[in-house]
């Protein structure tokens, strides 16, 4: 069974008007069906298009936030980078200080050793009279024991020795 709606003028002008019942118009449930269908889809076209607009400006506030952020960090990482320079350069600054120190000080020595070479001669070190080192002989046994024996108990007659030794070249100065 076919339902039709009516539509027209009817509805636009006074109720019980006898012109208004000859022009009234009915529509198929198809073709109700279709309007209707034409209706959603229209009105989904432009929500669907609301809902894209939305989704766009939402895109270009994160993109624009993005941006934001990035050129933050960027002047960020370039004040690090000065100030990383800055430091580097003091460091190095310091390195060289240090290096032009040590070799003076490397030289100073080499000097001193020189010189402390030349007066001791080709001999090596002397006693006050002149003659060898005094306590050369014992110094010698300590330190061989030392080396060699597990307890240093041991090596108490030569320590003993030792300072015998050295007792009697402080009384000759």
Not at 19 to 29: M, N, P, Q, T, V
Request: aromatic share 6%.
């Amino acid at each position: 069974p076919n339902r039709y709606a009516k539509m027209g003028n009817k509805s636009s002008t006074a109720a019980g008007s006898a012109a208004a019942e000859g022009s009234e118009i009915y529509l198929s449930d198809d073709l109700q069906a279709k309007v209707m269908n034409d209706f959603q889809s229209k009105h989904l076209k432009e929500e669907w298009e609301n809902r894209q607009r939305a989704i766009l400006a939402s895109r270009n506030e994160r993109i624009a936030e993005n941006e934001r952020r990035r050129v933050g960090l960027e002047q960020e990482l370039n004040v690090f980078r000065a100030q990383n320079a800055e430091t580097q350069a003091k460091l190095d600054a310091k390195i060289d200080s240090a290096s032009a120190r040590f070799a003076d000080l490397q030289v100073e020595l080499q000097y001193e050793v020189d010189r402390v070479e030349k007066k001791l001669g080709q001999g090596g070190p002397k006693g006050a009279d002149g003659a060898s080192a005094p306590c050369v002989a014992v110094r010698t046994d300590l330190a061989a024991c030392f080396r060699e024996a597990d307890d240093v108990r041991k090596c108490d007659g030569y320590l003993e020795a030792l300072e015998r030794c050295v007792k009697v070249e402080v009384v000759k100065q």
